[in-house]
């Protein structure tokens, strides 16, 4: 298993392995638009308008088409380091013999008398929720329990329970990568009408991004917009 130990670690991993997937696509994009630029201003008198307008409409699919066949595979790329973070749950195993079955429900009965008793001798309850909930975490049977008792705080402090038991058991690098997820599904959404050129730099100015927005539609019906802003020169921390 070759994962990140570090967030900066995994950031890097994120350069090379998800990034990575979009080199050329700007190369491709470019392509595809002097291709109906040549047709609409290069050889103008050419093609009727009707034809201009079908080739107008095909260019924006297979932009679209370009953009959902990258984003596909750096979805795949951002799963399979996902799988890496993802703990593998183990069957919580009911007991089998009638001897095991009752040592179970008399643990469980103990155990639940002792959540009682410490819910019950504190006013701080929020506080002796969470940390019930923090040492019974493996235990359905309580945390089930705790779970319909805990309707009886006031609701500010059930959500705030909520909140911060849901921060615990966030794993960081499960975070980030949700992050890049949620950011390449808007930025390659099939309803866009943005095209996000140097994608392959990544996203965040701090690391060295210089991704920059395109309006389609402006590079569709500008002469040699394909020539217009693209930068020259790199200057991104991953690139000689």
Same mark, same amino acid.
């Given at each position: 298993?070759?994962?990140?130990?570090?967030?900066?670690?995994?950031?890097?991993?994120?350069?090379?392995?998800?990034?990575?997937?979009?080199?050329?696509?700007?190369?491709?994009?470019?392509?595809?638009?002097?291709?109906?630029?040549?047709?609409?201003?290069?050889?103008?008198?050419?093609?009727?308008?009707? %034809? $201009? =307008?079908? @080739?107008?409409? +095909?260019?924006?699919?297979?932009?679209?088409? /370009?953009?959902?066949?990258?984003?596909?595979?750096?979805?795949?790329?951002?799963?399979?380091?996902?799988?890496?973070?993802?703990?593998?749950?183990?069957?919580?195993?009911?007991?089998?013999?009638?001897?095991?079955?009752?040592?179970?429900?008399?643990?469980?009965?103990?155990?639940?008398?002792?959540?009682?008793?410490?819910?019950?001798?504190?006013?701080?309850?929020?506080?002796?929720?969470?940390?019930?909930?923090?040492?019974?975490?493996?235990?359905?049977?309580?945390?089930? %329990? $705790? =779970?319909? @008792?805990?309707? +009886?705080?006031?609701?500010?402090?059930?959500? /705030?329970?909520?909140?911060?038991?849901?921060?615990?058991?966030?794993?960081?690098?499960?975070?980030?990568?949700?992050?890049?997820?949620?950011?390449?599904?808007?930025?390659?959404?099939?309803?866009?009408?943005?095209?996000?050129?140097?994608?392959?730099?990544?996203?965040?100015?701090?690391?060295?991004?210089?991704?920059?927005?395109?309006?389609?539609?402006?590079?569709?019906?500008?002469?040699?917009?394909?020539?217009?802003?693209?930068?020259?020169?790199?200057?991104?921390?991953?690139?000689?």
């Amino acid at each position: 298993m070759n994962r990140a130990k570090s967030l900066s670690e995994l950031k890097e991993k994120f350069k090379v392995d998800v990034f990575g997937v979009f080199d050329g696509m700007d190369k491709e994009y470019k392509a595809l638009i002097n291709s109906y630029n040549q047709a609409k201003f290069v050889q103008a008198g050419t093609y009727t308008s009707e %034809y $201009l =307008d079908q @080739l107008r409409s +095909e260019t924006m699919t297979k932009i679209k088409e /370009l953009m959902s066949n990258r984003y596909t595979v750096a979805l795949h790329k951002l799963e399979s380091i996902e799988n890496d973070y993802t703990p593998t749950v183990e069957p919580n195993l009911e007991p089998s013999t009638t001897e095991e079955k009752i040592l179970l429900q008399l643990e469980r009965n103990n155990n639940l008398l002792q959540v009682k008793a410490r819910i019950n001798s504190t006013e701080d309850k929020r506080t002796a929720y969470k940390e019930i909930y923090q040492e019974f975490k493996d235990d359905e049977f309580i945390l089930q %329990y $705790l =779970d319909n @008792l805990s309707y +009886e705080l006031k609701d500010y402090d059930r959500n /705030l329970l909520k909140h911060e038991l849901d921060e615990e058991t966030k794993n960081p690098f499960i975070v980030e990568i949700n992050k890049i997820k949620q950011s390449l599904k808007l930025l390659l959404s099939p309803s866009t009408t943005m095209y996000p050129s140097y994608l392959e730099t990544g996203i965040d100015k701090e690391d060295g991004s210089i991704m920059t927005f395109r309006t389609i539609s402006r590079d569709l019906d500008l002469k040699d917009s394909h020539k217009e802003g693209w930068k020259t020169k790199w200057n991104t921390p991953h690139r000689n």
